[in-house]
């Protein structure tokens, strides 16, 4: 069992971290001033909250198959 949740963790890690780069990466292509692209407005951008959701299923899903372990 915990072999399973060990692989969707990781499987939800790359997923959400590949999105997240490419989501960052058409962010910062779209931007045309330099205020746009502040770290503080590049990470609060709401496209980016899917994939933050995704990293954030895949650390609890860590988190409950180190538990098992």
Do not use: D, H, T, W
């Given at each position: 069992m915990s072999y399973i949740i060990s692989f969707a963790a990781?499987?939800?890690l790359i997923i959400g971290l590949a999105g997240n780069g490419f989501e960052m990466r058409k962010?910062?292509?779209?931007t045309v001033r330099d205020e746009d692209m502040a770290p503080k407005n590049m990470f609060?951008?709401?496209r980016n909250f899917k994939w933050y959701a995704f990293i954030g299923?895949?650390?609890v899903?860590?988190?409950?198959?180190n538990a098992y372990t």
């Open positions: 990781a499987a939800l962010a910062r292509l779209s609060l951008n709401k299923a895949a650390l899903l860590m988190a409950i198959g």
